[in-house]
């Protein structure tokens, strides 16, 4: 599959809108199916913990990032808090991570800085994805690039902070 086959043919699907906790889910997939339609090379996922809410265990999901992935110059990048729970929860993506290690980053969050992180998808373009209000589950869907710069400065002053994490195999003794 060429670059060009990853130009947007029409336009986008609007924004979802993100009134509760129940509306996340689908606003992910929304945020990473576009930024993949748009083209990007980069996609970046930031939680404490990336719980249930996220789709990470969508089989559609992983396999139009698959499909992304075999793109050149893709690149996934995660930034957690830790990803203590992450394999329990999200077990199908845990599997399917192993064929694409090369391109996805996981980070870990500096221990004074981990309680901060925000919950948001960001493209390197103009998707993104946030949630607002924890409690109530609200949140901003959006294809203004100036939004999705607004939040893409912290969450990088963050990762170039951050050290690599969740490592694809655990050796043990």
Avoid: K
Avoid at 1 to 16: D, F, G, I, L
Avoid at 52 to 74: G, M, V, Y
Avoid at 97 to 122: K, N, Q, Y
Avoid at 154 to 164: C, I, K, N, T
């Amino acid at each position: 599959m060429s670059e060009s086959a990853q130009a947007p043919s029409s336009t986008p699907p609007s924004p979802p809108s993100i009134a509760g906790a129940e509306d996340f889910a689908p606003a992910i997939r929304w945020g990473m199916h576009t930024a993949i339609a748009e083209g990007a090379r980069c996609i970046t996922a930031v939680d404490i913990a990336f719980g249930e809410n996220w789709p990470w265990d969508d089989a559609a999901l992983l396999s139009a990032l698959t499909r992304w992935l075999r793109l050149p110059q893709r690149r996934l990048v995660l930034l957690a808090a830790g990803y203590d729970d992450f394999a329990r929860m999200h077990p199908r993506f845990v599997v399917w991570r192993r064929d694409w290690s090369h391109a996805i980053s996981p980070f870990v969050a500096p221990e004074e800085l981990a309680g901060t992180l925000p919950t948001v998808l960001l493209d390197d373009r103009r998707v993104s994805v946030v949630r607002l209000d924890p409690v109530q589950g609200r949140g901003r869907a959006s294809l203004e690039p100036r939004t999705r710069l607004q939040w893409h400065d912290p969450v990088d002053a963050v990762l170039q902070r951050s050290s690599p994490g969740f490592p694809v195999t655990t050796l043990g003794l």
